[in-house]
């Protein structure tokens, strides 16, 4: 979105010349995956029971990516690019596409929703290089690596070297929240093999799409997440905000692996772009 040829576009094209001339270029990118499970001709098995922690419970600590990518010539298996880059996830465009009926947005926010569609995201905070809340991370053109440990999940997102907490120790919601975030305060308890994580405390004013569906401050989000094989993530998350929607609405962003690569750094402020090209824009 920001640059004619992001980092990792080039770096894949170095990959692939290094691939074809010599071992030692760009190997930090693409280094095989430590501890995949493979098959006996050396193919990653996907499908292998998913990786599990000392204590027995699932381990999602990998790269991932949407599974529901806008990208009508498919995913490429190799690079995980759509074209040159990654893929947008439909739920990126307009996060409410599977929820029956479109999402129940408050009756004082509706004009402003339509207002912002019209403008072709011109005033979208992404565009404008501020953070991503982490439900839209998920469906971001961005790899987002999870690194869990017994009591803590990290999320690394590789645009802006963003990074959230999920806590996992017992800890409740804080009865207060003092200091809204992008990626608001996180905690965590397991339902079997579900990882069920309550977030509160987001700042007001934040985009949930391109379409500028909007979430307030008195959101409340509950994500579960299990891991069915080795090369997939199962992401249910249900938005509770009264202040801009009618009633809490669910959906489903399930990831994809993506093996053999790593985050690169992308910040949008180093040469953004996009907003020199929306319609209107000044």
């Keep these: 979105m920001r640059r004619s040829m992001t980092l990792r576009t080039v770096l894949s094209v170095l990959a692939a010349v290094a691939l074809a001339n010599t071992p030692a270029l760009a190997q930090w990118f693409k280094y095989p995956t430590p501890g995949a499970p493979r098959t006996k001709d050396g193919k990653v098995n996907l499908s292998a029971p998913a990786p599990k922690m000392a204590d027995g419970k699932p381990d999602f600590s990998g790269i991932w990516i949407t599974n529901n990518p806008a990208c009508p010539g498919g995913v490429n298996p190799e690079t995980h690019t759509c074209g040159?880059?990654?893929?947008?996830?439909?739920?990126?465009?307009?996060?409410?596409?599977?929820?029956?009926?479109?999402?129940?947005?408050?009756?004082w926010l509706a004009a402003k929703v339509k207002e912002r569609t019209a403008n072709d995201a011109k005033d979208d905070p992404h565009?404008?290089?501020?953070?991503?809340?982490?439900?839209?991370?998920?469906?971001?053109?961005?790899?987002?690596?999870?690194?869990?440990?017994?009591n803590l999940l990290v999320v690394l997102n590789e645009m802006n070297g963003l990074y959230r907490q999920v806590f996992i120790d017992g800890r409740p919601l804080p009865k207060e929240v003092n200091l809204p975030s992008w990626q608001g305060y996180s905690v965590a308890r397991w339902e079997g093999d579900a990882l069920v994580i309550d977030t509160i405390g987001f700042r007001d004013g934040l985009w949930l799409d391109t379409s500028g569906s909007p979430m307030t401050d008195a959101a409340k989000m509950t994500e579960r997440i299990r891991r069915p094989n080795f090369g997939k993530l199962e992401v249910e998350i249900t938005v509770d905000d009264p202040k801009a929607y009618t009633r809490p609405w669910t959906v489903s962003m399930p990831q994809d692996i993506t093996l053999d690569t790593e985050l690169v750094d992308e910040f949008c402020l180093e040469n953004e772009k996009s907003s020199q090209h929306m319609r209107g824009a000044k």
């Design 84 to 107: 040159v880059e990654l893929p947008m996830g439909r739920h990126g465009i307009d996060i409410g596409a599977d929820v029956p009926g479109g999402l129940p947005v408050q009756p």
């Design 127 to 150: 565009v404008r290089c501020f953070p991503d809340t982490f439900l839209r991370a998920y469906s971001m053109p961005h790899l987002i690596k999870f690194v869990q440990v017994s």
